[in-house]
Structures are given as C-alpha cells and as structure tokens.
C-alpha cells in the first residue's frame, strides 16, 4: 500500500505570498492531519479533517486554512507568508474510525520564506 | 502549540548498547501513546504504540514503558545500531495528539 504522499516537497516563497501544499493519505484512510515543525518549536498541530470536515483546530492564526475533498485528499493554505512561516509541513493520515488510531506521516513540504 | 516532554535533545550511545529515550506527558487523561522515529529529511515514522491500561509493551528490540503514577513514558531501544540515529518523539493521545520536543540520539560506531 502507498505511503502518505506530499506535494511539493521543496518550494520557496517570498513574504506575502501565499502557498498551497497537498497531502493524498494512504488509500481509505479518511482522517488527514497536518503539523508544522520547526527547530524551536518542534511538531505543532495545525488542523485535523475527517470526512471534508476540519474536526480539530491548533493555535494557529487564521492565515492558515485546509479543506479536504470526498477522495481524503487535503490541501493546506498559508496566506500573507511571514519569515516565521519557514518550517516543514508534515501531513499525516489515519483510519480515524476511532480516537487514538495511529497516524502515519507523509515526508513533509519544506517551506522556505524569503 | 502545545508539546510535552523533557528537555532532553541529544543522547549519544555506543553501537551494542541500550538506548533509554524519555518522555514526561502533560495529561492523565490521555489514553494512548505513540513513539515516533524521524531520520534527517524524512516525516516521523511509527515504531511503538501503547495503551493506557498497559505499563509496558515490546516490539522488534524496542520496548516501551508507561508509568502513569508520574505521567512518564520511556522507548527502550536493544542493541543500538548506526541505523537507529534519528530524532525520536513521543506522543499523546487524548481529545488531541500533543508531541514531546524530541530527543536526538546519536549511535557511536
């Protein structure tokens, strides 16, 4: 079975542009997940969707947005980028029918802010 | 964010020895924990999971320990070898998954 798969893998930005990375989970997998990590501040949640619906939201401001779609495919957004958006964005996906299911992450968008 | 653990960043051990990763978690609620392996360019990996109604569960020469009178956890890696150095982070599970800073550990050919 295919892992979870992210793209772009590298992409760079300047400040106040915005960005779209992708997540397709691992296939029937129906909860996607996506983290920000960083070196200072280490994995931080950013938003959970389950069924094209965001079920858990982390302390991120608003700039930050996703939306899933009926294939368990996810898309997140960043707009007006800020130098402290610089970080590597995982996705990860889960059977989700349960709390607590394990999620297997993707190998992450490295995003640069210029 | 939130995170959980020890500020413990760097372990570095001899090839053949046991490794000791630790992990202090922040909620007695939570029900479920996770230990993830990430290696430089990669997203974390799952290596061990456990409940918690267990104090201890063993996998392919890792081990994890739950002590939740002190909300502690610890991964147990045998017989180190180069292939195990990486990041290492814990996780726990309640209403939300909360990841421990992580530890690097570093395998001493």
């Known amino acids: 079975k295919a892992g979870v798969t992210q793209t772009p893998r590298y992409l760079i930005k300047t400040r106040g542009q915005q960005v779209t990375l992708s997540c397709s989970p691992i296939?029937?997998?129906?909860?996607v997940s996506w983290y920000q990590q960083t070196p200072g501040q280490g994995l931080q949640f950013l938003f959970e969707?389950?069924?094209?619906?965001?079920?858990n939201k982390g302390n991120f401001p608003g700039r930050f947005s996703g939306r899933q779609f009926s294939n368990s495919r996810s898309e997140m957004n960043v707009s007006t980028l800020e130098l402290g958006d610089s970080a590597l964005y995982l996705c990860?996906?889960?059977?989700?029918?349960?709390?607590?299911?394990?999620?297997?992450f993707g190998p992450g968008t490295r995003l640069t802010v210029l | 964010g939130e995170s959980v653990g020890l500020h413990l960043p760097t372990l570095s051990v001899q090839e053949g020895d046991n490794s000791i990763i630790n992990c202090a978690y922040s909620?007695?609620?939570?029900?479920?924990f996770i230990w993830y392996k990430q290696e430089s360019g990669k997203g974390p990996q799952f290596i061990i999971d456990?409940?918690?109604?267990?104090d201890k569960r063993q996998g392919q020469r890792v081990t994890v320990l739950l002590n939740k009178t002190v909300k502690h956890l610890s991964l147990q890696i045998a017989a180190t070898q180069p292939g195990d150095s990486a990041v290492y982070f814990c996780?726990?599970?309640?209403?939300?998954?909360?990841f421990g800073p992580g530890t690097s550990l570093s395998v001493i050919p």
């Open positions: 990860a996906s889960s059977l989700a029918d349960k709390r607590g299911d394990t999620q297997y």
């Open positions: 296939s029937g997998h129906r909860s």
């Open positions: 969707y389950f069924s094209e619906t965001q079920r």
């Open positions: 909620n007695s609620a939570s029900d479920y």
């Open positions: 456990i409940r918690s109604n267990m």
């Open positions: 996780a726990e599970i309640g209403y939300k998954v909360i």
